[in-house]
């Protein structure tokens, strides 16, 4: 089983709170942005600068301001995603054992402040026997007993259904 850490998130104490410390959903969002870039690196810049990713085939695009792009350090990462190849509503990564979902929402909580739109990054991991955990980086939830996000229907970047294994 893969062991995933995530450093602890940097809190702020406003003035007006006495003393309590709160994270914002954009501090969330940056360690989550950081993870993916140490375990799903991009061959070039960093996924916090990213401002659209699609798929060109059978891999994965991320696109800049400056309108350059650039692909996964290891393109197998990529293995599937919902919706249309131009605007996917949901990307599916594999790190190790673990799968990783980046899904978008222009309107979302999230998704509508940051430049490349996620609402929710998501990791699963199995423990056991076909029992299957995701964890929300962003939304603190946990689906467990075999769920997946939202019980999403992904493709495979092959155009077949992706199988979890």
Known sequence: MVTTTIAPTQTRTPSHTSGQQYVTSQDKLAEAKAFLDVHCPLTRGSHQQVVSYLVYYQHLLAFFADGSHCGLASAQQFVGLCGHKEAPSAILL?????????????????????????????????????????????HGQTNMQGEKPTAKHYTAKDGNDYRFE
């Open 94 to 138: 594999k790190t190790g054992a673990v799968h990783v979902e980046l899904s978008f929402d222009r309107k979302g909580l999230i998704g509508q402040s940051d430049l490349a739109h996620i609402e929710d990054i998501q990791l699963q991991t199995r423990v056991g026997n076909g029992f299957d955990i995701w964890v929300s980086l962003l």
